[in-house]
C-alpha cells in the first residue's frame, strides 16, 4: 500500500486492532477478568497486587500517594490509606 508523504504506513501485528479503534471501531464489552487470553485475565489481579505494594512502599517512605479512578483523583489522607 502506497503513503503519501507524511502519512503513518499502515498499522501491523499488534498495532492493528489500535488502529482498528482508532478510526471508530468497535471494542468488546467482555470482563478483561473472563479473557481467553491468560496473560490479560490475569492482569487485573496483577495490578491489583501492584498498588498493594506501591501502597506499602509508599507508607514505609513517607511518600503521598496520587489515587487516580475513572471518575476521580485524589490523595487519600493516611487515615484513609489504612482500609
Known amino acids: 500500500m502506497k503513503t503519501r508523504e507524511g502519512d503513518a504506513p499502515p498499522a ?19 470482563r478483561i477478568t473472563e479473557s481467553s487470553n491468560p496473560i490479560l485475565a490475569g492482569s487485573l489481579p496483577a495490578l491489583r497486587r501492584s498498588a498493594e505494594r506501591a501502597k506499602k512502599l509508599a507508607e514505609q517512605t513517607g511518600t503521598r500517594l496520587i489515587v487516580v479512578t475513572k471518575k476521580t483523583t485524589r ?5 484513609s490509606d489504612k482500609q
Open 12 to 30: 501491523s501485528g499488534p498495532f492493528k486492532k489500535t488502529a482498528r479503534l482508532a478510526q471508530g471501531g468497535s471494542m468488546s464489552t467482555k
Open 75 to 79: 490523595r487519600p489522607s493516611k487515615s
